[in-house]
């Protein structure tokens, strides 16, 4: 007679262990990496990138002229071309290039003034420690680009 006992408290027990098992919460997820975002700021002709809150990279650059500014807004990187041949004017080479949305693109430079020089794109200086490659090996396809500011100088 102990053993059917024996095998009711048994059976009670692995059902109490097995309830409580399925309503035991699940395991956080893993914490997010750090979201990377670029801002140019076309007042001071800066471009900086950021993994949550430390910068990166910092560089001059130099955005588009008056006729032809630089559209600001909030983007997204659309894609990347380690060399890309502008359409639009005449198959200018535009290394390490980011397009970011329409016909602007952040792209390396060989001259780079501190003041708006372009046709509307982000120009990044190749010379130095080449901020230009650091940005492109950097920034991924989705990361956010506020471009805001306006040229008084």
């Not at 076309?42 to 900086?48: A, D, E, F, G, S």
């Not at 016909?103 to 420690?129: E, M, N």
Request: charged share 20%; net charge positive; glycine share 6%.
């Amino acid at each position: 007679m102990m053993k059917p006992l024996l095998a009711i408290v048994c059976t009670l027990a692995f059902a109490t262990f097995a309830s409580a098992s399925s309503t035991a919460p699940e395991p956080a997820p893993p914490p997010a990496a750090p979201a990377k975002r670029v801002e140019v700021d076309k007042t001071q002709q800066i471009l900086r990138a950021y993994e949550a809150e430390r910068l990166i990279i910092e560089t001059h650059i130099s955005t588009g002229k008056w006729d032809r500014s630089t559209t600001n807004g909030q983007f997204q990187v659309q894609s990347k071309e380690r060399m890309h041949y502008s359409k639009r004017y005449n198959n200018a080479p535009m290394p390490y290039s980011v397009h970011v949305t329409g016909h602007v693109f952040i792209h390396g430079y060989k001259d780079v003034p501190d003041r708006p020089a372009s046709h509307g794109c982000v120009r990044v200086p190749l010379t130095g420690d080449n901020p230009a490659k650091r940005f492109y090996e950097w920034v991924e396809i989705g990361t956010p680009v506020s471009i805001s500011g306006r040229w008084e100088k």
